[in-house]
């Protein structure tokens, strides 16, 4: 599977961006996606994930109440919906997919995005 990250950008504090994940192939069902992030100097760290129909996500303790994750399978697109940033959200957002269940690291996604970068202003 190939995935897409789009729908970064510069936000103010406190303002929402949507990240999409587009993936190419018919059985995009068959993979749970996590969104990560990636800061300069910092480890690639996990923000949330969904399972491949979209019944159970999770979310890192970081964004829990402002970020959720959706995902659409006949549009073959996970979102990342992210309301009230902070200065501290600003990264590059990585999509990633994996077949199977979903887990929190990235050591366990076979399949990655291109990244986008998400700014914000204070």
């Known amino acids: 599977v190939q995935l897409q990250a789009s729908g970064g950008g510069l936000a103010q504090a406190g303002g929402s961006l949507r990240l999409s994940c587009a993936a190419s192939g018919r059985t995009f069902s068959s993979y749970a996606v996590g969104w990560f992030r990636q800061a300069p100097g910092k480890e690639r760290e996990f923000v949330a994930a969904?399972?491949?129909?979209?019944?159970?996500?999770n979310n890192a303790d970081s964004v829990k109440g402002r970020f959720s994750i959706s995902r659409d399978n006949a549009k073959n697109t996970v979102y990342l919906q992210m309301n009230s940033l902070k200065p501290e959200d600003t990264a590059v957002y990585y999509c990633?997919?994996?077949?199977?269940?979903?887990?929190?690291?990235?050591?366990?996604?076979?399949?990655w995005g291109q990244g986008t970068q998400v700014t914000v202003s204070s």
């Open positions: 990633a997919a994996r077949s199977g269940s979903a887990y929190l690291t990235p050591a366990e996604y076979d399949y």
């Open positions: 969904i399972s491949r129909f979209g019944g159970t996500t």
